[in-house]
């Protein structure tokens, strides 16, 4: 009985799940491998259209929609490294000034409102949120 809950418990927990990012000048990418298998996501950070920060389950979670797909990251896992959160932030800073999609609580998470890229944003757009 207790090996089935302990087996369980093991399985649930995604023993074999290994994730990692990395950030070019305009994109940025995360591998995931599970159980052997890798799967590569990756959005194009200055062409964003939706950017959205939202706190679930103890933590901020950051959800990153480009043209052609939507990435999800969690904060401190891309703050971690210093260099590919200053290219997700520039990116997002970017877009945002192109007009992407972006709500009030997520400008004030990432402490965007006193940027130019807000003001740049509002002015071609007066209309968006």
Request: proline share 3%; aromatic share 8%; glycine share 8%.
């Amino acid at each position: 009985m207790w090996v089935i809950i302990i087996g369980g418990a093991l399985l649930m927990a995604a023993p074999m799940t290994v994730t990692t990012y990395a950030a070019g000048a305009d994109w940025l990418m995360m591998r995931r491998t599970r159980w052997g298998c890798t799967t590569r996501v990756w959005v194009d950070l200055y062409e964003l259209t939706k950017i959205r920060a939202h706190f679930i389950g103890g933590g901020y979670h950051l959800d990153l929609d480009d043209k052609d797909i939507s990435l999800a990251v969690t904060f401190p896992a891309v703050q971690a490294d210093r260099r590919i959160w200053d290219l997700i932030y520039n990116g997002i800073l970017h877009s945002v000034a192109n007009g992407a999609t972006i709500d009030n609580v997520s400008i004030g998470v990432l402490n965007i409102q006193h940027t130019p890229a807000l003001d740049i944003r509002n002015a071609n757009n007066p209309d968006q949120t």
